[in-house]
């Protein structure tokens, strides 16, 4: 069983900067990317930004130029660095995991972006 360990979401003020992580632990075999994920109050989740263990990114274009995503495929651990956040940049975000075998999510972390 997999599991997914996120941190690093909080309240920050519009401009400012977080960095997510989340782990994967367990029995994990043949990644295929890495990714976060975001939801909105009353709004469907949506990709924000996924990374392969060779380092091919994709990132939605509401944040490309503002946040990157890297990958430690040592650790099987995600990071994504967010800067000039704005307000609708406020969401859960969620972690996936995606194998050969199946796709796994974290527990989300919310990220509020508020003066």
């Known amino acids: 069983q997999v599991q997914l360990v996120e941190s690093g979401g909080g309240l920050v003020q519009p401009g400012g900067s977080l960095r997510l992580s989340c782990a994967a632990s367990?029995?994990?075999?043949?990644?295929?990317?890495m990714g976060w994920y975001r939801q909105a109050p009353g709004k469907q989740r949506e990709l924000v930004a996924t990374?392969?263990?060779?380092?091919?990114?994709n990132y939605a274009n509401s944040v490309k130029g503002r946040f990157t995503i890297s990958m430690d495929n040592a650790k099987n651990t995600v990071y994504l660095q967010m800067n000039s956040l704005k307000p609708e940049d406020t969401a859960v975000y969620y972690c996936?995991?995606?194998?050969?075998?199946?796709?796994?999510w974290g527990q989300g972390t919310q990220v509020t972006v508020s003066s």
């Open positions: 996936k995991l995606q194998t050969w075998a199946a796709d796994d």
């Open positions: 990374i392969t263990p060779g380092g091919s990114t």
């Open positions: 367990g029995r994990i075999l043949r990644v295929n990317f």
